[in-house]
């Protein structure tokens, strides 16, 4: 089905409508360019009764979707099946401040092997990674330039995300008086059914590039492929802050110097081999007050000298 009226029981989806793709109704979807300006920005998108074919953004336009302040049926809610963004001006940007409650992926795959796009998560909003979303394939870039104080959350995986086609994650610089934008991983681990590995990945080039804050909360040790990249931010402290354990697993010769951790410019960490990062109480890595090193110690918590 397109974007066209006659495929919606309530018109054409909008600014004040969501977008439901329904497993019993819906074999497919098309996003071109035969959709109108006042049709790009909806209330929401969401999947139900496991729907499993393809949204296909293709017409070279963005997609917004944008909750609604104060309703949590409205945001990104997406459970199962895949989008599949075709070029780089196919964007997906999730914005309207609405929390984890709003914008929760939670199945399905965001992915098109020969095309590397973006999602932006926008405006004060939280995207929420969460149960059995399996595989991105698009960069995910947090608080798009002028659009800051944003977060992406992981939070009680079920099933490992898997990056591929050299996506990256970015936590965007920014000048908004809010605060940083922010990743957290608070996935208390320890409980049954939750994964303990939170990303994965085989591609050389994924990594996070950190302008702002990412923060480990929670108990037990959460495992990430992607190495993080702590660079110059122009407003607040770049903050790795881990207030409990979080094992860098992977590593990038072109992005991260081939370290788990690679600093901005006048702070040094280093890391060896497959060094688990922990914390013995609250430990914060800032990298506009310290400078440490992080010994090759396997399996032991990140001691500074």
């Not at 960490?269 to 890595?285: D, E, I, K, Y």
Request: one cysteine or more; charged letters at 15%; glycine letters at 10%.
């Amino acid at each position: 089905m397109s974007f066209d009226a006659n495929n919606w029981d309530n018109g054409l989806p909008t600014s004040s409508k969501v977008a439901v793709f329904n497993g019993a109704l819906i074999s497919g979807a098309t996003f071109d360019s035969t959709v109108q300006a006042a049709n790009r920005v909806v209330a929401g998108l969401k999947t139900e009764n496991n729907w499993t074919a393809t949204l296909s953004l293709t017409g070279g336009n963005s997609l917004t979707v944008s909750s609604l302040i104060n309703d949590t049926s409205t945001g990104f809610k997406w459970a199962s099946g895949d989008i599949s963004q075709a070029s780089s001006s196919d964007v997906l940007i999730i914005a309207g401040a609405g929390d984890g409650d709003n914008n929760a992926w939670s199945g399905g795959s965001i992915s098109n092997m020969m095309a590397l796009s973006n999602i932006y998560v926008n405006d004060y909003s939280t995207l929420r990674i969460t149960a059995s979303a399996n595989t991105l394939g698009s960069n995910i870039i947090i608080g798009q330039d002028g659009h800051g104080g944003s977060t992406l959350e992981f939070l009680n995986q079920s099933a490992t995300l898997f990056v591929t086609n050299n996506a990256y994650i970015k936590v965007s610089d920014t000048s908004d008086d809010i605060g940083p934008n922010q990743i957290l991983f608070s996935t208390d681990v320890t409980q049954g059914g939750t994964a303990t590995k939170g990303l994965s990945t085989t591609s050389t080039d994924s990594f996070i590039d950190n302008f702002g804050t990412i923060t480990r909360s929670n108990a037990g040790m959460y495992q990430i492929d992607l190495p993080i990249k702590n660079s110059t931010s122009s407003l607040y402290p770049t903050l790795l802050d881990l207030q409990s354990s979080l094992w860098i697993s992977g590593k990038s010769l072109n992005k991260t110097a081939n370290n788990q951790q690679f600093p901005a410019a006048g702070n040094t960490a280093s890391f060896s081999g497959s060094l688990r990062v922990g914390v013995r109480n609250r430990f914060r890595h800032d990298n506009s007050l310290a400078s440490l090193f992080c010994r090759a110690q396997r399996d032991l918590p990140w001691m500074p000298t």
